[in-house]
Nanobody, 122 residues
Framework: QVQLVESGGGLVQAGGSLTLSCTGSGSTFSIKSMGWFRQAPGKQRELVAAISSGGRTKYADFVRGRFTISRDNGKNTVSLQMNSLKPEDTAVYYC????????????????WGQGTQVTVSS
């Protein structure tokens, strides 16, 4: 079982940057694909970016070119570098340990963090 803890959220002005981190516990972290999701008030949770155990990545169209996902298996950490933030990026961001298929579909597992709030002011 993997336990996940997110950090790094906050308030930033439009055009600014934030880096989110997700630290996992458990011996299976390195073999899991990891995903970042977000959920804005009144909206469904959506995939932002994912990374396989081997470093293959997938991005949602609305963040491609602005966000970068990376992982450090030695530290059981996955990060999300967010640049050129927009007010519509405001949401609670969650990480998840799941599986990223070769076809580019991320299948979330039952392991979620508690979320970290990102607020982008205009």
């Amino acid at each position: 079982q993997v336990q996940l803890v997110e950090s790094g959220g906050g308030l930033v002005q439009a055009g600014g940057s934030l880096t989110l981190s997700c630290t996992g516990s458990g011996s299976t972290f390195s073999i899991k694909s990891m995903g970042w999701f977000r959920q804005a008030p009144g909206k469904q949770r959506e995939l932002v970016a994912a990374i396989s155990s081997g470093g293959r990545t997938k991005y949602a169209d609305f963040v491609r070119g602005r966000f970068t996902i990376s992982r450090d298996n030695g530290k059981n950490t996955v990060s999300l570098q967010m640049n050129s933030l927009k007010p519509e990026d405001t949401a609670v961001y969650y990480c998840n340990a799941g599986w990223l298929s070769t076809g580019g579909t991320f299948y979330p597992d039952d392991y979620w963090g508690q979320g970290t709030q990102v607020t982008v002011s205009s």
